[in-house]
Every structure is written in C-alpha cells, then in structure tokens.
C-alpha cells in the first residue's frame, strides 16, 4: 500500500473512529459504563484529553491499515468492514481483560461487553476505510508491486 493511501485511510478511519466511539461509549452506552465500574474511585478525568484520544484513534486506525495492507487479498468495502471489527474486538479484549486482571477500574460484565461494542465501531470504521479506500487509485509502483507479488 502506497503512503499516501496509507495516510488517507489512518486519517479517515482516525476521524471515523473517534466520532463513532463518541457516539457508542460516550452517548448511547454511557449509562451502561457508569453503572459498571469497578470498585476504583477518581480515575475518571473530569474533561477527556481530546488530543490524546485522537491520537488513540489514529494509531487504532493505522493498525487496521496494516492489517488490510498485508492481506494478500484484493481490497473491498467488506474486508474493511472485517478487518476494523477483528482489530477492535482484538485491541479491547486485550486491553480490557488485561486491565480487568490488573485493576479495579471496571466489573467483570463491562470487560466482556466492551469488546464485543468495538466489533461494532470497528466495524464501522473498516467500513469507511474500505469505502474511501477503493475509491481511491491506486499508486502505478503499487500495482507493479501487487503484480510481482502475485507472480
């Protein structure tokens, strides 16, 4: 995958990530969150770093980018929509047992919800990137590249 499509889709999906995961975990899902903390107390920020979260986002979607840069298969709309709900899900299981096993930060049903929630924004950040990505050209050393890989 070529740089600049590789910039374009971290960007997007970076944008796209971050708007939907506001929307799931800040607004439809808010009450699920706050009634299924763990015994913790205080380390909830008062007001989010924003910086901070779009930067999580746009590392979240240039890891979906590899992933779909290294596939082997031809890009589509449904690979995005794939590969954005297998990186979430993976991402957060990850983070949030592992965290569930380190801390008291969230209960045992929260744990588990939470990465099945990042199937779903994942998901829908896969879906745009594959979107915007095959509607884009693809570079000519690309393409030269993709042929001698296929040889």
């Not at 779909?68 to 690979?79: H, T, V, W």
């Amino acid at each position: 995958m070529d740089a600049k499509r590789f910039l374009t889709g971290t960007i997007v999906g970076g944008i796209v990530l971050y708007v939907v995961g506001y929307l799931i975990f800040n607004v439809a899902f808010a009450s699920f969150y706050a009634a299924n903390v763990g015994s913790a107390t205080g380390v909830d920020r008062s007001s989010e770093l924003t910086w901070a979260v779009v930067l999580g986002n746009l590392a979240y979607a240039a890891l979906v980018m590899v992933v779909l840069g290294n596939r082997g298969e031809s890009l589509s709309i449904g690979a995005g929509i794939k590969v954005g709900a297998i990186v979430g899900f993976l991402i957060w299981a990850t983070a949030d047992f592992t965290i569930y096993g380190l801390t008291n930060i969230a209960n045992l049903t929260r744990t588990i919800v939470d990465p099945l929630l990042e199937i779903v924004h994942g998901g829908i950040g896969g879906l745009i990137i594959g979107i915007v990505l095959t509607r884009m050209p693809v570079a000519r050393a690309s393409r030269s590249a993709l042929s001698a890989s296929a040889r």
